[in-house]
C-alpha cells in the first residue's frame, strides 16, 4: 500500500512525510529542496481490536496503545512540480513516474497562500491555493495525455495485429497499474471506443482525466492552517473542489512528534491534544510554541490533520479495511502465541481468499474456509470481510 505526496513547490509535503514518518529529510523555503523520492513507513489507526477482547496484543509491525492500533502503510514524497512539469518544466516529470506505483496521492497545498506559482515565498493569502489543486490534477492528466501521443505507434501496431482499443492502451498505460477493466468503462462512458488515432485533442485529454479520476484519487491536504487567515482558505476549497479537504499543519505534527519522542509530552498521532510531562524541562520558546499549536490547531481542527488525511485517503477514498488473521482462535494469536501479531489491509470486495492469498500463496491453495473468530461462526472463502474482522483461515494439512 503506497500513499504518494504530490504538489506545487514549496508547500510543505516533506514536512508532511516526515511529521508521519518521523525519518528526517531536507526541508527548506525555497522551491525544489526535494529532488530524489523519499520513501518511509506512517501509519492508519484502526479501533483496538485487543481492548474489544480484553488482551493485549503484540503487533508485529506498528504498535497499539489499547485504544488505537497504528498499522503500516508506505509514503512516497517527491520532488514539487510547477505548471508545465509535463513538459519538462521545473524538475520536469520524473515526479510523476516515481508516483505511478502509489494507489492514491495527497495532494499537499499551502492553504496561507504564502508561496506564488513559482513556489517562492510571497505573503500570506496572496496566492489562491484553489488554482494549486487545479494545476495538480492537470499536470498528471497532462503525462498520461502524453504518454498515449508517444506511444501512436506502438498502439497502430497492436490495433492491426488486432487487439482491441482497452488492451492497447492498457498495455501503453501498464507502467500507472490501472486495471483494463477500468480502462474499458471510462472508453465506454466517454464514447471513445474508436481508435485513439482518431481521437482529438480534446478527447485524449478527458480520457487522461477520467482515468486518472477513477485510478489514482486524489485527497487534498489543506496544509499550514496554523498561519492566521488560512481558514478562509480551507473553507472555499472544501466548496469548490471535489476531492476530500483536510485542513492540516503538518509543521505542528512534527513538532508535536519530535516533542513526543524526547519525552516532553504525551502525544500519539491522531490525537487531539498533548500533555506536557514535565514542565520545568520546556525552554520558555517550546512552551509558547506548544501553546500556539493548540490554541490555532489543535482546539480550531481538533488534530493536525496529519493522521486524518492518511485515513480518509486509505479508509474513504480507497475504501480498504483492515482484518486480523489468527491461528490460534482462542488466544487470538500466532503460533508463537503473539496476540493479533498481523493487521492486513484489504480492498473495499476483500474476501477470506484474499486474506489468505495476502498471507501465503501455499495456505490460500489450501484453504477450505474461515471462521469469524468475534461471531464464532464458519464462513466460506468467498465471504466479503468486514473491517476489524479477526480471522481463522482453515487449512488442508
Ligand atoms: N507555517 C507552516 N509552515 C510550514 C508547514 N509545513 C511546512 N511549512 C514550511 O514550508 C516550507 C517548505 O516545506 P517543505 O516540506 O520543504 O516543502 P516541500 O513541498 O517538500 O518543498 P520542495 O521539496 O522544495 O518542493 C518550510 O519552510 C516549512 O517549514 C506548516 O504546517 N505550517
Ligand atoms: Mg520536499
Known sequence: MLVGLVGKTNVGKT?????????????????????NPNEGVGYIRVESVCTEFGVRCNPKYGW?????????????????????????RGLGNKFLD??????????????????????????????????????????????VASIIERSKSKIRGK???????DEALHEVLSGLDIGRELIKDVLRDLSLERSPLEWSEGDL?????????RGKPFVVAANKVDVPGAEENVKRMAESLKEPVIPVSAEAELILRKAAKAGLIRYEPGDEDFEVLDESRLTAAQRRALEAIRERVLSRYGSTGVQRT????????LGM??????ENETKLSDKDGNILPDAILLPREGTV?????????????????????RERRRISLDYVLRHRDVVKIVAAR
Open 159 to 165: 490495433l492491426v495485429a488486432g487487439s482491441s482499443v
Open 310 to 317: 492518511l485515513e480518509v485517503a486509505v479508509y474513504e477514498v
Open 15 to 35: 514536512t508532511f512525510f516526515s511529521a508521519a514518518t518521523l525519518v528526517e529529510a531536507e526541508r527548506e523555503n525555497r522551491p525544489f529542496v526535494t529532488i
Open 98 to 143: 516515481d508516483l505511478r506505483r502509489a494507489s492514491v496521492n495527497i495532494i499537499v497545498v499551502d492553504a496561507s497562500g504564502s508561496t506564488d506559482e513559482e513556489g517562492n515565498p510571497v505573503p500570506p493569502l496572496s496566492h489562491d491555493p484553489v488554482e494549486d489543486v487545479m494545476i495538480v490534477k492537470e499536470e498528471f492528466s497532462l503525462w
Open 321 to 326: 479495511k483492515v482484518v486480523f488473521p489468527v
Open 353 to 373: 481468499r484474499d486474506l489468505a492469498e495476502k498471507i501465503h500463496s501455499e495456505i490460500a491453495r489450501k484453504a477450505l474456509y474461515g471462521i469469524d473468530v
Open 205 to 213: 485529454l478527458s480520457f487522461s482525466r477520467e482515468v486518472l479520476r
Open 64 to 88: 497499539c496503545n489499547g485504544r488505537h492500533r497504528y498499522v503500516p502503510i508506505k509514503l512516497l514524497d517527491v520532488a514539487g512540480l510547477v505548471r508545465g512539469a509535463h513538459r519538462g
